[in-house]
């Protein structure tokens, strides 16, 4: 039986429409940040999709020590408690240890668990623990399946909100592959699944002193995954990916966003349709 995960009007699971997550991969300034909530607002809105909005204060996982990270906790928090204020969006964004959980929950509607922390016991329980839903990012080492071990660590807290992301697999040096299976069987766990189309077709350290990535991928897993009745779908968008501080290469100029969606909303609406029938 598919959960349903409720964030006031906004839903994840059961035959709801898909939900995107989008925005920018770091805040890099609070002028930038607002534009691309307020552009992705009006987008949302007009072709009828619901909307959280992402963005991290803190990339911890970069590639170069001297890669660009972010505002920081406090300014970052600031900032996406704004676009909550002046959007009306529910916000995400990641922890990355339990010392920022509690100050992250006051703002924050959903935490995030980056993938690379996906298997921290410690960290899974204590966000549990903060009654906040929690979407947990698929490690690219793990194997859909060990997706369950993540749950009951949350859930031994009696937290149940949970979504589950499929954000690739490593494939070699510097690639990542997305095993369309993956978003199946995670879903078979009976908890939402969100497709992090962005970050799959990212190429970790792919460019040297950061990650490279192939954006020009990102619409077509994005439809497929859809076709598999995904509950939310992840996206990385910039005004200007090329010169993006962070992420870059794959994130979608904000101009593409529209058109991309309504079509993966067509395939989605195909897809729950017969589900219900």
């Given at each position: ?31 930038m940040t ?188 994005s439809r ?31 101009a593409q ?21």
């Amino acid at each position: 039986m598919m959960k349903q995960v409720d964030l006031g009007s906004v839903s994840f699971g059961g035959s709801k429409p898909l939900t995107l997550i989008s925005g920018p991969c770091a805040i890099e300034n609070e002028d930038m940040t607002l534009r691309i909530a307020e552009g992705l607002k009006k987008i949302t809105t007009e072709v009828g999709c619901q909307l959280v909005f992402k963005a991290s204060y803190d990339k911890a996982n970069r590639t170069s020590v001297t890669s660009f990270r972010g505002p920081g906790m406090d300014e970052g928090l600031r900032i996406l408690q704004r676009v909550k204020d002046e959007f009306e969006l529910p916000v995400i964004s990641d922890v990355h240890d339990v010392t920022q959980i509690a100050a992250a929950a006051e703002v924050l509607d959903i935490i995030q668990i980056p993938a690379f922390l996906s298997r921290q016991t410690d960290l899974l329980v204590a966000v549990g623990e903060s009654g906040k839903v929690v979407n947990v990012k698929k490690g690219q080492f793990l194997a859909p399946w060990d997706m369950k071990h993540g749950i009951n660590k949350i859930t031994s807290t009696g937290n149940e909100k949970i979504l589950l992301t499929e954000r690739g697999a490593s494939f070699g040096y510097n690639n990542l592959v997305t095993d369309m299976r993956s978003l199946v069987i995670m879903r078979e766990m009976g908890y939402p699944v969100v497709f992090d189309a962005t970050h799959s077709v990212q190429l970790p350290g792919g460019a040297g002193g950061s990650s490279g990535g192939q954006r020009q991928y990102v619409g077509a897993l994005s439809r497929a995954a859809a076709a598999t009745g995904i509950d939310g779908l992840f996206w990385e968008v910039h005004e200007d990916p090329d010169n993006a501080l962070c992420d870059g290469p794959n994130s979608l100029p904000l101009a593409q966003v529209k058109g991309m969606l309504q079509q993966v909303l067509a395939i989605d609406a195909i897809f729950k349709q017969d589900s219900e029938a």
